[in-house]
């Protein structure tokens, strides 16, 4: 059984933006052939094991094609990736995109829990995985899961020659499959190519159903904007390949514009920091806290606080991103810092070259001016969706090229996020000012309720961040017994002496934030702790606020908290 993916835009939509180039009109093994034609000795990936080619990741990429096709796995199947950023998952990628399967990538990291739920809602027929990764062993555990998963034919183990574990396939012997007989599927480029996995604040995680033209033409645009020379681009990514994020990777980096992949199969600032120095990439993509971490060791002393060679723009997302924060790192860096407002729902807006990063105002994160062939935005009333007029403060909603097709095996979903006409609904409030410019102001949901008051934990972040003691800040609700919440911040420190809750108070105040919004609670950390999908995990902050008594009146104790990259 596949899972059924419908596409919820009106067909005369999607179709036009083919009709008029907007989108490329093509699946994405043949945008990746294409590019490997026409150069075929241009490097395509640069990992732990070295430089790889286009023409070398064609075959290696033909082999694994037909090793799949072998096992019996068909087009419109979906097939689980969950592997480290590395060749490995650009071949797995590329070879699930010719055979005309549905990828399905998740981040290494992800629980066993979380992972069976993505593969038993998506069906999924197969699932390639490490067999080991930095102690872990995802592999062995979804094969763990098979009595659980009845859909799930295969567990496909990516490893060293006898590291496999028992009961799965070995990725190396797939590889050596004969590529000379295989046939690309040359699938619908409006059907499904790949499934992102959203890291929002659902139970479980909510997953999109993405075209090729959607990846490599809606989103391909949103690269091709900065681009300004259309030089291929060389794109250091810091976040996982199987993220939402990461899926500017191989269908937009490779298969849309011929570029190369630098990648680290963990991120840490030192490893980051020497990527940027030895490999020169044009662009660089992580959240603001990876390079908040990377400015850390840039400011110390040691090898790493050496002058950098200058991208041609550093692209921040997944979270919010201060002015402090974006000043510091175009310093740094030497280049454009832009500010990307995006979702795997289907959203995407950011600053561009030509625009500095303003801070936030009475009229919230500026997040950028729309562009049409990435998302068309607009600004809706949460309960009718009827358009609001420029300068009201409502619900973003989004369409355009990159729009996806649906969410998956999720109706409900469907019924709450998506509107008659093919919208998607993002659940942030915003608006767009009388220049165009689009502003983020918050979460419908995203509210801390104290005592029946309403604060919105992004409004204290962006005032906490100029801080001069603040170099990261997260704020979230803990439940209390008398309140029913209390705020508290979750405060990386500038500099070898931490703010107190009495002076972020005070600098609160200077900033016009009213009391009742001030935090009651302080957590001082060495690192804020991160999701798989490299964003600051709010969950983990807040489980370790509600177990952990404060050694003082409203502050917990300082320590420092294990990342996940």
């Known amino acids: 059984m596949t899972v059924a993916l419908h596409d919820l835009l009106p067909a005369g939509l999607r179709r036009g933006w083919a009709v008029d180039g907007t989108c490329p ?87 066993s829990l979380e992972a069976e739920a993505l593969l038993r809602t998506a069906e999924a027929v197969a699932v390639i995985a490490a067999a080991e990764h930095r102690g872990s062993h995802p592999a062995a555990a979804l094969r763990v899961l098979g009595p659980a998963l009845p859909g799930l034919r295969h567990v496909i183990a990516a490893g060293r020659v006898g590291s496999t574990p028992e009961g799965t396939i070995p990725l190396t012997g797939l590889l050596r499959s004969d590529p000379a007989a295989f046939v690309p599927a040359r699938p619908d480029p409006d059907s499904a190519a790949r499934i992102l996995v959203s890291s929002g604040s659902e139970a479980e995680p909510k997953m999109v159903a993405y075209s090729h033209n959607a990846l490599a033409g809606g989103r391909g645009n ?7 020379d259309g030089t291929p681009p060389r794109s250091l990514f810091l976040v996982p390949l199987g993220s939402a994020f990461g899926s500017n990777g191989t269908a937009v980096t490779l298969a ?4 190369t992949l630098i990648l680290l199969d963990h991120f840490t600032p030192e490893a980051a920091l020497a990527a940027v120095r030895e ?58 810092v832009v500010n990307l407002y995006g979702s795997a729902d289907g959203v995407n807006c950011h600053t561009g070259l030509g625009e500095e990063t303003r801070g936030a105002d009475a009229a919230g994160v500026v997040a950028g001016r729309p562009d049409p062939r990435v998302a068309d935005i607009r600004i809706a009333d949460p ?87 603040v170099r990261d800040v997260v704020c979230v609700g803990i439940p209390d017994r008398l309140m029913g919440e209390r705020l508290a911040a979750c ?20 900033r016009g934030l009213e009391r009742r919004k001030h935090p009651e609670r302080l957590l001082v950390l060495a690192e804020l702790p991160l999701t798989p999908a490299g964003k600051p995990d709010r969950a983990a902050l807040r489980e370790r606020l509600t177990r952990t008594a404060p050694s003082a009146p409203g502050q917990a104790p300082a320590a420092p908290l294990a990342h996940a990259g």
């Open 491 to 510: 405060v990386v420190p500038r500099g070898p002496e931490a703010p107190t809750l009495a002076s972020l108070g005070e600098h609160l105040t200077r």
């Open 256 to 259: 849309r514009h011929g570029g």
């Open 383 to 469: 309960d009718t969706h009827e358009r609001l007029p420029d300068g009201e403060i409502g619900e973003i909603i989004a369409r355009g090229p990159m729009t996806p097709m649906c969410y998956v095996a999720s109706p409900e979903l469907d019924a709450r996020y998506r509107t008659p006409e093919g919208w998607v609904r993002t659940g942030d409030l915003g608006l767009i000012d009388e220049d165009g410019i689009l502003h983020l102001v918050g979460r419908l949901k995203d509210i801390v309720i104290r005592g029946g008051a309403n604060i919105s934990p992004a409004e204290v972040e962006r005032e906490l961040a100029p801080h001069p003691r």
């Open 279 to 336: 490999h020169r990439p044009t662009h660089v993509l992580g959240v603001p806290t990876m390079v908040r971490m990377m400015l850390d060791r840039l400011e110390g002393p040691g090898p790493d606080t050496d002058g950098l060679p200058a991208p041609t723009a550093l692209v921040l997302g997944g979270s919010a991103l201060d002015e402090t924060t974006a000043e510091e790192a175009a310093r740094a860096f030497g280049c454009p």
């Open 222 to 228: 949103f690269l091709a904007s900065l681009m300004p």
């Open 25 to 111: 009109d093509l699946d994405l093994y043949s945008l990746f052939r294409a590019r490997q034609i026409a150069d075929p000795h241009a490097t395509a990936v640069i990992d732990a094991k070295g430089k790889l080619c286009y023409t070398a990741l064609d075959r290696k990429v033909r082999c694994l094609a037909a090793g799949l096709a072998g096992l019996g796995i068909r087009p419109g199947e979906v097939v689980g990736v969950q592997l480290p950023d590395g060749r490995g998952a650009v071949i797995a990628d590329l070879a699930l995109a010719a055979l005309g399967a549905v990828a399905l990538p998740f981040p290494v990291g992800r629980g």
